[in-house]
């Protein structure tokens, strides 16, 4: 089967799971600048939430770059993936509206514990369809990214309910890892170009 179907409703409903999260910004009663304030933590919620679905529709978009074929399987690992990240705005709205409480924070780190493990079902299920001497393979050997935002996910949920504040700065610290920009399927792509090229 042809990637683009699959590409085409991903972005589709990436993009409706991002609206879904700025349409719970509520607008404060007051028209004062002092009225947004207790709204902050709710903002701040969204933001890093934007990020982190924004890491996925890049990383997802990079991968299907080095892709020319999709397994039934593999539509069925995207589905797992796009299912775990459309439950992300409502964890967003609860851990923004209690920032400071164990649950909501443990609950978000586990929704991302679990869009993690969905994308490495798809990348692993994408791999098998390609072989491990493909251009996916190539790009994604060493995996070093994804074993350590595993592992932060692991710490952060049970961390929260001894400390919120720690487990939120395990989430962004995965976030910054990810918003480094990963070069590795470029690299492999423009390798392969300049290869067909000479020959």
């Not at 020319?68 to 069925?76: I, K």
């Not at 459309?86 to 978000?108: D, K, N, Q």
Request: glycine residues 6%; proline residues 4%; hydrophobic residues 55%.
């Amino acid at each position: 089967m042809h990637k683009g179907r699959l590409e085409a409703f991903s972005d589709g409903v990436i993009a409706i799971i991002i609206t879904i999260m700025v349409l719970e910004l509520k607008v404060p009663h007051g028209h004062a600048l002092a009225d947004l304030v207790p709204l902050l933590p709710v903002f701040l919620s969204y933001v890093l939430s934007f990020i982190f679905v924004g890491i996925y529709w890049n990383n997802h978009h990079h991968m299907f770059q080095a892709v020319h074929r999709v397994s039934g399987g593999a539509l069925w690992a995207n589905l797992h993936l796009l299912f775990w990240l459309s439950v992300i705005p409502f964890v967003t709205s609860w851990m923004g509206e209690h920032h400071g409480e164990a649950a909501p924070v443990a609950l978000y780190g586990g929704v991302l514990l679990a869009c993690a493990i969905a994308y490495t079902i798809l990348q692993l299920t994408l791999l098998k369809a390609h072989g491990r001497e493909s251009v996916l393979a190539r790009a994604i050997e060493s995996g070093t990214k994804e074993k350590l935002s595993l592992a932060l996910y692991l710490a952060a949920v049970p961390i929260a309910f001894a400390s919120p504040v720690v487990s939120q700065l395990l989430f962004v610290t995965v976030a910054i890892i990810w918003l480094v920009p990963d070069r590795r399927i470029e690299r492999v792509l423009a390798d392969e170009h300049r290869a067909a090229g000479k020959a």
